[in-house]
């Protein structure tokens, strides 16, 4: 089992920033990559960057230029979110996909909230 616990949402003005952390913890050893989605009412969970073990790094479009993601070991990732618009506003999830035994298996944490509003 892996556990994930986001910090850093909250409320901030067209054009600002946040820096999301999500610390991981349990059966570490087994995560392979990590990344953050988000959330909208009535729409489906999106990925919006993610990391390999190895550093290799995907984005959505509307991030790419804005949105950093990093990792400083197994345990904890981060998105650095620059020029925010208020059609970023979502619940981000934090997500680690594991192999266990033969499986693939999608840990997530809790959701934050970021709410881009002036």
């Known amino acids: 089992q892996v556990q994930l616990v986001e910090s850093g949402g909250g409320l901030v003005q067209p054009g600002g920033s946040l820096r999301l952390s999500c610390a991981a913890s349990?059966?570490?050893?087994?995560?392979?990559?990590m990344g953050w989605y988000r959330q909208v009412p009535g729409k489906q969970r999106e990925l919006v960057a993610s990391?390999?073990?190895?550093?290799?790094t995907t984005y959505t479009e509307s991030a790419k230029g804005r949105f950093t993601i990093s990792r400083d070991n197994a345990k904890n990732v981060y998105l650095q979110m620059n020029s925010l618009q208020p059609e970023d506003t979502a619940v981000y999830y934090c997500?680690?996909?594991?192999?266990?035994?033969?499986?693939?298996?999608?840990?997530w944490g809790q959701g934050t909230q970021v709410t881009v509003s002036a």
């Open positions: 990391v390999s073990m190895g550093g290799t």
């Open positions: 349990g059966s570490i050893f087994s995560i392979y990559a």
């Open positions: 997500n680690s996909r594991a192999l266990v035994g033969e499986s693939n298996v999608d840990y």
